[in-house]
């Protein structure tokens, strides 16, 4: 298995090895979780165990490529992400799954989809379009490559120096759950080097030929977040016509961090009306 995962039923953790080897479990409906940019599947962790209260049926969180725990690459791209779900859904045997993606999740979420259409049940896609964005002068990972961690003395001073460039607190707490202790100092869990160089396709969406998914899915945005605008929505509907916009008031980019009950909420009300 090259992505390490976690399994929610429940509220609960269960072990993989249930899960595969329950009858009862196999015929539960699968929901998987794909995290964004910098993130990992434990990021998503009380999120996934609420749901798995309130909707009785499975839910998996992985971590990505270069994320967490799971395979380390020198190639980061939507293609292999995808290529990656679709064997990790095969070694499971599963049949059909609901895929709930955040930003650059969320991305991987929809390439999947198009590429595999008769093995997606429903689709929420979070604070993410299918569409190339523009790279800026400055971007995340550049920052956190301007820190000299191997002689930083604390987390503290990691903290202190990372806020200052991003002004961000939340950000740059998010940030640093890949910052950890070594015997000698501190290090990154996620290769930032392989980040950098695959940011320009990470911005991208690497599908033109405007494939369609025929069926109901739908898409979640902050407010003040710029990922999904009025002017991208179009862009959206082309590969899918029957998306349904959902706006947060009053949230950024990681909506599901800033308001996760109302998230959660909706992502219920979601699935069982499309049960």
Known sequence: MILKFNVYYLGSIINSREFTNNLALNDKKIYIILHGLFGRGKNWHQIAKTLSTKVSEIFITIDLRNHGDSISSENLTYTLMAQDIFTFIKELNLNKVS?????????VAMMFTLMHKNLIENLIIVDIAPVKYLLNEKEIVDHLLEIDIENISSRKEAETKLDKKLKNKNLTLFLLQNLIKTDASYKWLINLKILK??????????INNFIEFNRPILCIFGENSNYVTSENRSDFRKFFPKVVFHEFQNTGHWLHAEKPKEFVEKIVNYLISNQ
Do not use: T, V
């Open 197 to 206: 160089n695959s940011m320009n396709e990470l911005r991208d969406f690497p």
């Open 99 to 107: 895929i709930i993606g955040h930003s650059m999740g969320g991305k």
